[in-house]
């Protein structure tokens, strides 16, 4: 049973940082903005997405090394390389160095920068157009649609990157390396097994995608919405952190 959670002390300590700088650099990255529109919000998003990726390369890297330890291997002759994550980005810091703990980080950050665009905007979209208000009674079945909804589009729009990414960052385990670069890794995979190489996994990280990110971007809308009730808040908005609160013509997700 423990097999299902292997390396799953990487996104544990990661995901609360990322998610802090992500809807942190997101509500600062508005107020610079200052006009909330689909377009501002892709590109508040887009950069949240770009920073992020100096905690999340890393944190993926450890995680996937995790996973791949002892594959192949009979269980009473299996030897564990890691003790834990963080023993794997040391063991990796002492052999390649900075450059090693971040293998993947170009294609991290061609992945990590269109798809949180894309889960903010969506997220935006989906909430104008469900209406979701604070008086509304299906406010948070509608919020929970719409951050699952988001999630699913962010890694439809960006998950053959993340094929690339996910086989750079396994590659070299066990001494052997089989990619040079990410072009040569495109190449070789497509020769090997078609286009649908980039569709490899995609089904079981749909089916993650949409509760983690129902579960997340609701629990931020609703925790904004609680901890600025004295402020009176007119719609379901996670982050006009930027701006007093103001009547506005039609509703606003952020």
Known sequence: MSGLYKGIGSPMMGLTFINAIVFGVQGNA???LGEDTPLNQFLAGAAAGTIQCVICCPMELAKTR????GTGEKKSSSRKVYKNSLDCLARIYQREGIRGVNRGMVTTLIRETPGFGVYFLAY????????CEPEDPYMIPKLLFAGGMSGIASWLSTYPVDVIKS???????GGKYQ?????????????????????RGLTSTLLRAFPV???TFATVTLFLLYVRSDEAPKDC?????HAPIQT???PSSL
């Open 30 to 32: 508005m107020r610079r």
């Open 66 to 69: 995790m996973q791949m330890q």
């Open 124 to 131: 935006d979209l989906l909430t104008r157009s469900l209406g």
């Open 167 to 173: 086989r750079l960052q396994a590659d070299g385990v």
């Open 179 to 199: 990619y040079s670069s990410i072009m040569d890794c495109t190449r070789k995979s497509i020769q090997r097994e078609g286009w649908r190489v980039f569709t």
């Open 213 to 215: 990110n129902a579960a």
């Open 237 to 241: 908005e996670t982050a006009p952190l």
């Open 248 to 250: 506005q013509t039609q």
